[in-house]
């Protein structure tokens, strides 16, 4: 099994950056696709950015396409969500998960996903 931990979130003016770290526990993660969510008070959890077990492919929500990268080092067991030019909108409890499945963007919904990290909070001010 896997268990994840994230961290890195705070407080950062709009403009700014953030890197969010997911820390995985366990001999199979190199072998899980890994997925960032994210949800705002009162909103539904929203997807946000996609990996493969290799690295090799990506995907990410059209709100934050060209401001946010995604990437893993399986070496060090860690996933990573680079977030730049930060907006209000971003703001909202950010959540990793890994799934043993890739799912193509259009069929993609958190409930599918093995397991969840308890999240780290990102707020963006003006």
């Known amino acids: 099994q896997v268990q994840l931990v994230e961290s890195g979130g705070g407080l950062v003016q709009a403009g700014g950056s953030l890197r969010l770290s997911c820390a995985a526990s366990?001999?199979?993660?190199?072998?899980?696709?890994m997925y960032w969510f994210r949800q705002a008070p009162g909103k539904e959890r929203e997807f946000v950015a996609a990996?493969?077990?290799?690295?090799?492919?990506?995907y990410f929500a059209d709100s934050v396409k060209g401001r946010f990268t995604i990437s893993r080092d399986n070496a060090k067991i860690t996933v990573y969500l680079q977030m730049r030019y930060l907006k209000p909108e971003d703001t909202a409890v950010y959540y990793c998960?890994?799934?043993?499945?890739?799912?193509?963007?259009?069929?993609?919904?958190?409930?599918?996903?093995?397991?969840w990290g308890k999240g780290t909070l990102v707020t963006v001010s003006s």
């Open positions: 366990g001999r199979t993660f190199r072998y899980y696709a």
């Open positions: 990996i493969s077990w290799s690295g090799g492919s990506t």
């Open positions: 998960a890994a799934d043993q499945d890739w799912y193509p963007a259009e069929q993609l919904h958190y409930s599918a996903m093995d397991y």
